[in-house]
């Protein structure tokens, strides 16, 4: 890219960043976007950085300063190669804060930009006033995944125009449902906004029940974005203790038996009646009558009754053997309780395929362990997954579907 001085006519200059603002028609930016350059764009307005910038890049133009506003259509306003463009804190503070007060220049160059929120310099995110430009392009699955962090600067507050705002877009079940989140990636925010801190650092916020219950209700409207598998299913819940008794490794503040019962209402609401078939399980089998019309307390409930006891992973199979399933895909869902019976999983695995005659396969979900092994590793119709989250479900749908 030509510079200054050597009689180019491109409306670009040597500057510390290479970054600047300017505002020019749509087909006078496409050369320069063709070569070299990448643009961000709203109402006209465009902030033109190098190709191949990255956030980090983004965050140090911004922090140091060095973007400049442009003055009218067509023309460009260069940045001082000498001095980094001054604050204008409505606050008086003379500059100082070199942006970290979350000044009205800074936040409208977010805001104006649509820059996400991984582009900010982390001294900018204390800012309400940067929070709030933030919120108003946030995408959902980001928001959800920011609800503590914007509460602890203090945006959430009861009644506020922002935790509205919050409120009014996790009860619209278009909006949830436009997202393409997972059931099981809003009871993860759900579990940790209500807890108030996060799972780690010291990051604490006041917890604002309006944005619970909109969390609850968009929970049940996110089923809607699950796809079925279209294969038979046999799910066998863990019921022992001890599925209380830690969080889910992977999603802090949820308990292994709401995660698991979360996914028995996941498979009866998106699968075929009849296609599948929802099992309790630790040192003997009994079946959990669970439907699509259950809500997650009911199913956790239905889950409880179940008489408790060591676990034998190998039951799954060997009950759908003894009582003629037919059965494509097996889940089991424990905790770190993977303990082997008088038959190893596998082994129960080969025999239900051998006399059945279907190709079944076995995943077995260990949602706090850190390590384990029952899957054949020679076989590829089994997978071990350790740990759960939210990106889980549909790791084991695919495998289900391939």
């Not at 606050?91 to 220049?105: D, P, V």
């Not at 296609?275 to 040192?283: E, K, Q, T, W």
């Not at 384990?372 to 020679?378: H, K, L, M, V």
Request: proline residues 5%; hydrophobic residues 40%; glycine residues 8%.
């Amino acid at each position: 890219m030509t510079r200054e001085g050597d009689g180019s006519s491109d409306p670009v200059r040597k500057m510390p960043y290479d970054a600047m603002t300017f505002i020019q028609s749509a087909g006078e930016l496409e050369p320069l976007i063709a070569r070299d350059w990448n643009v961000f764009v709203k109402e006209g307005r465009h902030l033109l950085l190098p190709r191949g910038w990255g956030a980090s890049n983004v965050s140090g133009a911004f922090r140091e300063g060095w973007l400049a506003g442009a003055k009218e259509a067509g023309k460009t306003e260069a940045v001082n190669d000498d001095q980094p463009k001054k604050c204008t804190c409505p606050t008086s503070c003379s500059g100082a804060c070199r942006g970290a007060c979350g000044c009205k220049s800074c936040h409208e160059l977010f805001q104006d930009f649509r820059l996400p929120w991984e582009c900010i310099p982390s001294e900018l995110m204390k800012s309400p006033a940067v929070n709030e430009a933030l919120l108003q392009d946030m995408p959902m699955t980001a928001m959800v995944r920011q609800l503590g962090r914007m509460s602890a600067v203090g945006l959430l507050g009861p009644m506020s125009d922002t935790a509205s705002l919050v409120v009014n877009r996790l009860s619209d079940v278009e909006v949830v449902r436009k997202s393409r989140m997972h059931p099981i990636q809003v009871l993860a925010a759900l579990s940790t906004y209500a807890s108030g801190h996060g799972a780690r650092g010291s990051l604490e916020w006041g917890v604002n029940q309006a944005i619970v219950d909109a969390l609850d209700s968009a929970f049940y409207a996110a089923f809607g974005n699950v796809d079925p598998t279209g294969k038979r299913t046999y799910l066998a819940l863990d019921v022992s203790a001890s599925m209380t008794w830690d969080d889910v490794a992977g999603i802090p503040g949820l308990m292994p038996r709401t995660a698991s019962a979360a996914m028995a209402m996941v498979t009866a609401r998106a699968e075929t009646p009849g296609s599948y078939h929802v099992a309790g399980f630790s040192h003997c089998m009994e079946r959990l009558d669970i439907t699509a019309r259950d809500r997650l307390d009911t199913t956790i409930s239905k889950v409880e009754q179940v008489p408790a006891g060591w676990t034998d992973c190998a039951l799954p199979m060997l009950d759908a053997l003894e009582k003629k399933i037919g059965v494509d895909t097996f889940v089991i869902y424990t905790d770190s309780e993977t303990q082997i019976g008088a038959v190893h999983p596998c082994e129960a695995l080969k025999r239900y395929r051998k006399e059945m005659g279907i190709p079944a396969k076995l995943v077995v979900v260990a949602m706090t362990s850190t390590g384990f092994t029952i899957a054949d590793p020679e076989d590829c119709g089994t997978m071990d997954m350790v740990g759960f989250d939210s990106a889980a479900p549909q790791a084991i749908s695919d495998f289900a579907r391939a």
